[in-house]
């Protein structure tokens, strides 16, 4: 699905001189990299404060936290995410409630938002599923009027671009009031470990979100707060650092990817390519920037999906099913408050969905096989 070997290949030199540097500078954790990092992230996203910690359940988690969010508070998101983003507002015990999607987008579905929004509802969490920005208007006009946080999990959207009406782009993660990403290595900004960090544009929501994460001090031996031991550790850090100036040049290899695939597939019937809500259209375009193809995920919609991914299987394509279960059907989140009827979409996608191969080295001849193998299935 990933070859971080081929991209590791392109950028060792850097990799290795900057690691090496760590290991005879002894300053593991909280190191001189850590910090120059955070800057650079800072710059990158246009965000004022950044936060780097563990990883990217840990910055959902310390974000949810940090808003001062408390038991019974109900936080509406997607049904249609990976578990992490359901999996912390449980933890903290906060009441999730998950809502339908976009059968377009795959992004959480305004109306069905609208609908779930309670006198209790304190916050709505945006997940920039498979590397496209959510409606982010939509939702911050929402979260305004109700008097609603935004905490956008941009842990798939790192990079992506958001324009909002007013025609302004903003980094997605960068738009609510706090944002979180991961940098497990097969995300757009990978690391060779575990990492994470937290983006805000709030002074005080960054300054007790930076205790947080260290056990609630601010000053060292008083805790103030309860908090986390949750760090981006330096040697990660140096390694992101290495990587966070191609990220650009990454996610237009992906996008390219993506438009050679939609090119492929164009016309088959049975297959619907990803696209997004923005006015282009077609989202696999250069214009807006507002999809990173974390995955170029299909909709199979006549054939059967499970023997596609067996298909596959055999020519050794690797591909992967995001999600196969929605959250609201998973035992640990399962709740007689929800209604099948609600769910749809969801439901809908989860026997429909594929994603296919896609990174930054994905070369013509492998799209022309991956390709070539999905049509000869859905078209016999
Ligand atoms: C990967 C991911 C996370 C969790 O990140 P980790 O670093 O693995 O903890 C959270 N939300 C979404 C949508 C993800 O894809």
């Not at 049904?79 to 992490?84: E, L, M, P, R």
């Not at 992906?254 to 597939?265: E, L, S, V």
């Not at 209604?339 to 930054?360: C, G, R, W, Y």
């Amino acid at each position: 699905m990933v070859d971080l070997k081929g991209q590791y290949e392109h950028i060792k030199e850097q990799v290795d001189t900057s690691v090496l540097q760590v290991l005879e500078s002894t300053a593991y954790i909280n190191g001189p990299e850590v910090h120059a990092f955070q800057k650079e992230l800072e710059e990158y996203l246009g965000v004022k404060h950044v936060i780097p910690c563990a990883n990217g359940t840990d910055a959902l988690q310390i974000a949810m936290m940090g808003l001062g969010l408390q038991p019974g508070d109900e936080v509406i998101t997607a049904d249609f995410t990976f578990a992490a983003t359901v999996e912390v507002i449980a933890l903290l015990q906060l009441t999730p409630v998950l809502v339908d999607v976009d059968p377009v987008n795959f992004n959480i579905d305004i109306e069905a938002v609208k609908k779930a929004i309670t006198p209790r509802t304190k916050a709505i969490v945006p997940v920039h599923l498979f590397g496209l920005a959510a409606n982010m208007d939509a939702i911050m006009e929402l979260a305004n009027e109700h008097d609603l946080y935004v905490i956008e999990d941009n842990a798939q959207g790192i990079g992506a671009n958001y324009t909002s009406k007013d025609g302004t782009k903003t980094k997605t993660g960068a738009i609510g009031h706090v944002g979180s990403t991961s940098f497990f290595p097969s995300k757009n900004l990978g690391c060779y470990g575990d990492g994470g960090a937290i983006f805000t544009n709030d002074d005080d929501l960054a300054h007790t979100i930076r205790g947080i994460v260290n056990h609630g001090m601010y000053v060292r031996y008083h805790h103030d707060v309860v908090g986390v031991n949750s760090r981006l550790d330096s040697i990660q850090a140096a390694i992101l650092r290495a990587k966070l100036p191609h990220l650009d040049t990454y996610n237009a290899a992906r996008r390219n990817a993506a438009r050679k695939y939609t090119q492929a597939f164009a016309g088959i019937e049975g297959i619907i390519t990803p696209k997004g809500f923005c006015d282009v259209g077609n989202c696999v375009c250069d214009v807006c920037d507002c999809h990173v193809f974390h995955q170029y995920t299909l909709r199979i919609t006549n054939a059967d999906r499970d023997e596609l991914v067996q298909h596959l299987n055999e020519n050794n394509i690797p591909c992967g099913v995001y999600y196969p279960i929605p959250l609201h059907l998973q035992k640990a989140y399962a709740d007689e408050r929800y209604n099948e009827a609600d769910f749809a979409v969801t439901n809908q996608l989860v026997k429909e969905v594929i994603s296919l191969p896609m990174h930054t080295e994905l070369d013509d001849e492998q799209i022309a096989f991956i390709t070539e193998t999905v049509i000869n299935f859905v078209s016999k």
